[in-house]
């Protein structure tokens, strides 16, 4: 009886969502298996976190409130009287900063390897999109408990968005909803990190996932010739991928449950600025690079010229799966010196910020 009652529901659903085409594609794709193969693993890895970013999101939503006069006090509330309020905040905020780590590695592993290559372009580009998103996420998650430092670090963000060529004056005002960091401010941030960017992420995320599915796993050029094991994607790979998950959604818990996130004095705007503020490690290498050029480089402000620099950098990672292609040497060699140095940059002047 229960296994007709299982057959009928089977075939119910196989005739709406075709589960038996879905299960024959899930048995044929494969995972080739080499010494560079634990990098695979970091999408999925991205995805883990950003799956405890929804969950815990959502349950932050039932109790924050996006107001200048009642954001503080509603995670202070969380903190302190909603049960494991402060452990589902604490996970929502380091998981926030170890999925943008996980970012990170997935880009620049995913750049040494050169899986950039055609025909996964679309993957590559999306993949860009979808850090420029967390990084929106990051951006204006970090003022929604309207502590001190979240207030001032935000200015001080915006104040350098600023100074993009052209437009950067006025998408900082938009952002501001004014001249100053207010509650138009807070309203905007919360509506843009609750709604426009899940809408964006959601999007970018359906077809990255799609051109990966399509394309499968890229092999580095070390291993393209060698005879190398192939497992199958479904359900080895995916059983590993949920290991490492669990492996690492227990490390988090334990590791929240000693260092919960913490919580500054609510912000005053009339207040003088505490020293030492930076904002978030994220964006502390371009802070930190921006701060040692001098006034003027020529004719042109060093902010000015900073900006328009990280904006070549960004064009640049667009531009780079249709000009190194792996037929020319030559632009595989300068292709991995400029991304061997830009990483390079990029620590040294996170740990240089994080120093001072």
Known sequence: ?????????????????????????????????????????????????LIIQVLTGGLLMLYYVPEISAAHASIVTINSQVDFGWFVRSMHSWGANLMILALFVHLFTT??????????????LTGLGLLV???????????????EVAFFATKVGLDIASQVPFVGETIATILRGGADVSQATLSRFFVIHVFLLPLALVALMGVHMLMVQLHGMSRPDSVKDQAVREEKFFPTFVLKDLMVWL???NLLAAFVSFYPWGL????????AAPAG???????????????????????????????????????AFVVIPFWERGQNPVRKMWAELFGSVILFLFIVFTVWGMLL
Do not use: C
Request: aromatic share 20%; net charge positive; glycine share 10%.
């Open 277 to 315: 503020i930076k904002p978030e490690w994220y964006f502390l290498g371009m802070f930190q690079f921006l701060k040692v050029l001098p006034a003027y480089i020529g004719p042109f402000e060093g902010e000015h010229v900073g900006m328009a620099l990280f904006a070549l950098i960004g064009l």
């Open 133 to 147: 998103v967390v990084f929106g996420f990051g951006f204006t998650g970090y003022l929604l408990p309207w502590d």
């Open 264 to 271: 500054g004095p609510e912000a005053d705007p009339f207040a």
């Open 111 to 124: 750049y040494f390897l050169k899986a950039y290559r055609p025909p996964r372009e679309i993957t590559w």
């Open 247 to 249: 492996l690492l959604f």
């Open 1 to 49: 009886m229960a296994q007709m009652l299982k057959n009928k529901v089977y075939g119910w659903l196989d005739q709406r969502f075709a589960l038996g085409t879905m299960q024959e594609l899930a048995g044929k794709k494969t995972v080739p298996v080499h010494r560079h193969s634990i990098w695979y693993y970091m999408g999925g890895i991205a995805v883990m976190f």
